[in-house]
């Protein structure tokens, strides 16, 4: 099923910028060249049927896009399908509020982007990973308390959207978890998650480029709104970055990276297209 209708007036305004240079060009030539009287009419079908095939591709890479680049109060922002990890300068890992590192299928998802780092990206063991955690220096407000009743796991909780910076990682405590090791936020969490989030990056990130997948888009599930869509969540981590105080300095930029099997899901033309008004 195509994200674009055929019909949109967006690429119809998009067509009629082609048409308008097509129709420059054409008449400049037409200057120089006359057209022989009996070739007018398969002249004038060939660029009937030019106009559509032009306007045939710019339908189908509205429906294929793959990457956008716009600015949000002064700051580059690039959203794109990708990998996080082969993206430069800063890559965020989302975690839970405990910052476990333990990939059992229960804790952490094998599959996870969490899991993917320990398992093949983590450049030390796990167990010293979790020696950098406990000794990093996290601001008092960062720390919410223990959990001694916690059957598996750590015990040390910290506030969602705290940041621990380990090397070109930011691992930063996204989902709550409740008794059965389950991942999940409310909506009003999920957006105090990125005010704070956007907050923290904005007084470490230090003229770095920042990557981020969509927050949201894994196996945390948002409280009440379980049929919310990657691209709602996207719409959000937008208008929440807008209203908050980040704002990256030339050449650091913000690359919101998507999952090659979430590209079907979200349509890049209506976030760019609604960009002015987020």
Request: glycine fraction near 6%; include cysteine; hydrophobic fraction near 40%.
């Amino acid at each position: 099923m195509a994200k674009v209708s055929f019909l949109d007036k967006r690429i119809f305004r998009q067509f009629l910028e082609v048409v308008s240079v097509i129709s420059v060009v054409a008449s400049l030539t037409f200057i120089f060249v006359e057209i022989p009287k009996g070739c007018k009419l398969a002249v004038g079908g060939i660029f009937l049927i030019l106009l559509l095939l032009v306007y045939v591709a710019l339908w189908v890479r509205s429906n294929n896009l793959q990457q956008i680049h716009t600015k949000i109060e002064g700051s580059d922002v690039i959203i794109k399908q990708g990998d996080i990890f082969e993206q430069p300068d800063f890559k965020v890992i989302a975690f839970n509020e405990y910052l476990d590192t333990q990939v059992d299928e229960k804790i952490i998802s094998g599959n996870s982007l969490n899991g993917i780092f320990i398992k093949s990206h983590l450049d030390t063991s796990v167990v010293d990973l979790d020696r950098y955690i406990e000794k990093y220096p996290f601001e008092d407000e960062d720390v919410v308390g223990k959990n001694p009743e916690r059957k598996s796991g750590k015990k040390t909780r910290f506030e969602i959207g705290s940041i621990c910076v380990y090397g070109e990682y930011l691992l930063t405590a996204f989902s709550k978890f409740d008794d059965k090791n389950r991942a999940r936020l409310t909506m009003p969490e999920y957006l105090g998650f990125l005010i704070k989030f956007w907050d923290k990056v904005n007084r470490i990130y230090a003229q770095k480029s920042v990557s981020v997948p969509i927050f949201g888009s894994g196996i945390t599930r948002i409280k009440e709104h379980k049929n919310i869509s990657d691209e709602d969540l996207l719409k959000i981590m937008l208008w929440t970055f807008r209203i908050s105080e980040m704002r990256f300095k030339y050449p650091a930029k913000l690359t919101i990276i998507i999952h090659p099997k979430k590209m079907d899901t979200i349509n890049l033309l209506d976030i760019k297209s609604s960009n002015n008004g987020l």
